[in-house]
């Protein structure tokens, strides 16, 4: 019962923590238009949970 209790109380913390993610991707040479492929991909849904997350704090 005293870990449930505990874990409500640090839920909050935890759900505001900052997340850092990265991507190595080559972005020059042969290889580039892969490479451009690969961060778009990568950008695409970090843009749509931003955008979503805008869209919840304005309503």
Do not use: N
Not at 36 to 52: G, I, T, V, W
Request: with cysteine; aromatic share 4%.
């Amino acid at each position: 019962m005293a870990i449930a209790a505990a874990l409500a109380l640090l839920a909050p913390a935890l759900a505001s923590a900052e997340v850092k993610v990265g991507i190595l991707a080559t972005l020059s040479g042969p290889s580039a238009d892969v490479g451009r492929d690969q961060y778009m991909a990568f950008c695409l849904p970090l843009s749509k949970a931003a955008a979503s997350s805008a869209d919840s704090r304005s309503a």
